[in-house]
């Protein structure tokens, strides 16, 4: 299977999701996540008509974002943030995915050039029933919120979530509603939910999901 024809499959299954769920046409954002590939596979996705594209790894990621610098891309940074990553995440990133610490945030926005817009920034949560050990507690939420409202150079869009591998149609979009309600209940006006991937992202869709990551079903498995 080529890239061309995975990206055409997927922007044919969200069209469908959004229909199907009364979505927006339009409402839900592809992000093409590039871990793991090299350039070649981006440019083929580029020629596809990607521009968006998630990385999860700093040193990686900066080698590719050189490579294409001429191309009109939009990066993404959704891997876990390391304290000593942050200049260089707020340096060559468009949006990141996966803040969950104020001190990181203060960080980003620190190191965020005068000359760029805004950093774009969705706070990972880790709803009650993960396994999973990243993301901020709910209940440490409002915390952050407002850490991150008082920083001129990051916008807050959103939440993100990364939820345990789960098969089951039910209960992917059980979890994925209850981020959509816990956004519905922050008195400011969020734009992004950042969930779905390639095993879940129909279900997110359906729950409210603007932007789904999607990596394997575009690139093929992972080595
Ligand atoms: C790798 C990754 C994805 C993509 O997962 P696939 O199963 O390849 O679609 C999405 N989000 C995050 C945070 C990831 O690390």
């Known amino acids: 299977m080529s890239i061309l024809h995975n990206l055409q499959h997927i922007r044919l299954q969200i069209l469908q ?14 992000l093409a996540v590039s871990k793991g590939k090299n350039a070649e596979a981006i440019i083929q996705a580029v020629q596809s ?3 968006h594209f998630g990385e999860n790894y700093v040193q990686e990621a900066l080698e590719k974002i050189d490579h294409l610098k001429k191309l009109p891309l ?9 304290h000593n990553k942050c200049k260089s995440i707020a340096q060559h990133f468009s949006w990141v995915h996966s803040v969950c610490r104020a001190d990181v945030a203060q960080k980003l926005h620190e190191s965020r050039p005068d000359s760029m817009p805004p950093l774009n920034i ?12 990243s993301g901020l507690s709910v209940e440490n939420l409002p915390g ?3 850490t991150i409202s008082k920083l001129p150079k990051l916008k807050l869009r959103g939440l993100m979530l990364i939820p345990p591998p789960c098969t089951d149609p039910v209960k992917q979009y059980e979890t994925f509603s209850a981020l959509r309600e816990c956004k519905e209940k922050i008195p400011l006006d969020l734009d992004t939910l950042s969930m779905g991937m390639s095993g879940d992202f129909i279900q997110a869709i359906r729950a409210g999901s603007t932007i789904v990551r999607i990596g394997q079903a575009i690139f093929g498995p992972r080595g």
Do not use: M
């Open 17 to 30: 999701a959004e229909e199907r769920y009364q979505r927006p046409t339009g409402s839900v954002e592809l």
């Open 49 to 51: 008509g990607q521009h």
């Open 74 to 82: 939009v990066w993404h940074f959704i891997g876990h943030i390391q």
């Open 122 to 133: 969705c706070i990972q949560v880790n709803l009650a029933d993960e396994t999973s050990k």
């Open 144 to 146: 952050l919120i407002e």
